[in-house]
């Protein structure tokens, strides 16, 4: 069965840098695309960045171009999201998510398995 478990979150200054991290278990991480999303308080879960399966091609957010890289290791079996130059608005719980299709997918319903989330707190 795979699972998903992400790292890395907590409560960081506005203009400050986080890496989450992301393990997955039960499977090789070189099956799937992989995707992170988040959701702030009383918002929708949104698309934050996903990479392909073999292609690595990447796809990112409006809010998240320029500022996050999501990358990948399949030796270790992770998967990570380097966030630069927080602001308040990057609040919330940040999910990894695999899925089955080949290509870097930004839409939640194209993700097969989904961690329970880490939250990130950016503060002014």
């Known amino acids: 069965q795979v699972q998903l478990i992400e790292s890395g979150g907590g409560l960081m200054q506005a203009g400050a840098s986080l890496r989450l991290s992301c393990v997955l278990s039960?499977?090789?991480?070189?099956?799937?695309?992989m995707g992170w999303f988040r959701q702030a308080p009383g918002k929708e879960r949104e698309f934050v960045a996903s990479?392909?399966?073999?292609?690595?091609?990447?796809y990112y957010a409006d809010s998240a171009k320029g500022r996050f890289t999501i990358s990948r290791d399949n030796a270790k079996n992770e998967v990570y999201l380097q966030m630069d130059s927080l602001n308040l608005e990057d609040t919330g719980v940040y999910y990894c998510?695999?899925?089955?299709?080949?290509?870097?997918?930004?839409?939640?319903?194209?993700?097969?398995?989904w961690g329970r989330g880490t939250q990130v707190t950016v503060s002014s």
């Open positions: 990479i392909g399966r073999t292609d690595w091609n990447t």
């Open positions: 039960g499977r090789t991480v070189s099956r799937y695309a």
């Open positions: 998510a695999a899925s089955t299709k080949l290509w870097a997918e930004t839409r939640s319903s194209e993700y097969d398995f």
